[in-house]
């Protein structure tokens, strides 16, 4: 990468529902290196928001007109999770750098695409996993890191609970694919930080019993097998009337519980004598992505949310599937063999 001072910026998909889009912007902003210059989106209403929001933005309705007629360096892709691979692949293949929003994708197939794209052309490929530096995540793999508990041998995580998902994309599989692609994408980023071993298989068991207006599985499971023998079991639900601990981490030499209440519970020993004590989370800090990222690209700084590790997250929701439909056989997957 040559000598850059400031990375020009575009934002792709400025929606409303959580104000994502503005999000990326105030962040590039905030690094004092990175300006937003553009901001597509196929809806004219949030164009005008941008606007309004972001003086001076230049807006296009398509991310051909983009390409076409903008001079940029990085897009954000924030936009809905099927368009995540078909986006960047344009913006990686017009020699664009490309944060794109979690999931990465859908599929092994897309993420390997994108990543082989990103190698031809030379540019950054990164996706905002903003939830590795959750205060409570940091908080956990602190205690672990310190050999509170020991070698972790069992994870069971859970999200979710008993409602009928609202009638918007994220319930619609053929546009989020699916109920796990969406906060399951931040979990299995954490279990897999917290796991640092190759994965031996995934078992998936997928049910569709109640919320038949919509196309997401009303309950999904993945029971991941690393190398080392640990299992990890992680389960989303819209129709699970009892709760689950969000964490239930066991160790040879303790436990940690969470129920993502401000503090988690650590249980361990103390010569012998069994002992509890409850962790506060940590600050969140969010900013360290781009911090991240605008080092990355004016200083040659190691890049923290490599695509490779991301890929693994996308593996392990598409193998869950494909392995419920082969009614919960083991299934490697193909690059992680060992
Ligand atoms: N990391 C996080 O903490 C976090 C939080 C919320 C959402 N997200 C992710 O952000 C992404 C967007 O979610 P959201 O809640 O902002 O959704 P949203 O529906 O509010 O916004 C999506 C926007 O993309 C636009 N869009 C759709 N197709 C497009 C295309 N082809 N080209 C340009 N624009 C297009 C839509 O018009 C809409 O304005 C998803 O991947 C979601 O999972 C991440």
């Known amino acids: 990468m040559g000598r850059v001072t400031e990375v020009r910026c575009a934002v792709i ?20 290196v990175m300006k937003v210059v553009a901001v597509c989106d196929v809806d004219p209403k949030r164009l005008e928001a941008a606007k309004s929001e972001l003086p001076g933005v ?7 007109e983009l390409l076409a007629k903008e001079d940029f360096d990085l897009a954000a892709i924030v936009t809905p999770h099927n368009t995540h691979a078909p986006l960047a692949l344009k913006c990686l293949k017009a020699g664009k750098h490309v944060i794109v929003e979690k999931p990465m994708c859908l599929t092994v197939k897309e993420a390997t695409a994108m990543i082989e794209a990103a190698k031809q052309k030379g540019v950054m490929l990164t996706v905002y996993h903003n939830r590795h530096w959750d205060g409570d995540f940091m908080a956990i793999r602190e205690v672990v890191e310190a050999g509170l508990i020991g070698e972790i041998f069992h994870v069971e ?3 979710g ?8 994309w994220r319930s619609d599989k053929a546009i989020s694919g699916g109920l796990f692609y969406d906060w399951g994408a931040h979990y299995l980023w954490w279990l897999l930080q ?21 196309t997401n599985e009303d309950h999904v499971q993945a029971i991941i097998r690393f190398a080392n023998g640990t299992i990890a079991d ?20 303790g436990a940690i519980v969470d129920r993502w209440e401000g503090k988690f519970s650590v249980h361990y020993f103390v010569n012998g004598i069994r002992a509890e004590t409850q962790v506060p989370y940590k600050e969140s800090r ?12 004016l200083h040659g700084e190691e890049l923290a949310i490599k695509p490779e590790q991301a890929r693994r997250v996308i593996a392990i929701m598409e193998y869950a ?6 009614g919960g056989k083991a299934l490697p997957i193909p690059y992680e063999q060992l």
């Open 13 to 32: 998909g400025y929606g409303g529902a959580f104000n994502m889009g503005k999000h990326h912007a105030d962040m590039m902003e905030r690094t004092g």
């Open 321 to 326: 599937e494909r392995s419920a439909k082969q």
């Open 194 to 214: 917290l796991i640092p071993h190759p994965i031996q298989s995934v078992v998936g068991a997928f049910h569709k019993l109640k919320w038949h207006d919509v």
């Open 286 to 297: 969010w900013f360290e992505f781009y911090r991240n990222v605008a080092n990355h690209l």
């Open 157 to 159: 995580m859970f999200g």
């Open 58 to 64: 230049r807006t296009y309705l398509s991310v051909d």
């Open 161 to 168: 609970g008993y409602h009928r998902p609202g009638p918007w």
């Open 234 to 253: 992680v389960q989303f639900s819209t129709i699970a009337a009892a709760g689950k601990p969000r964490w239930f981490i066991l160790g040879t030499e």
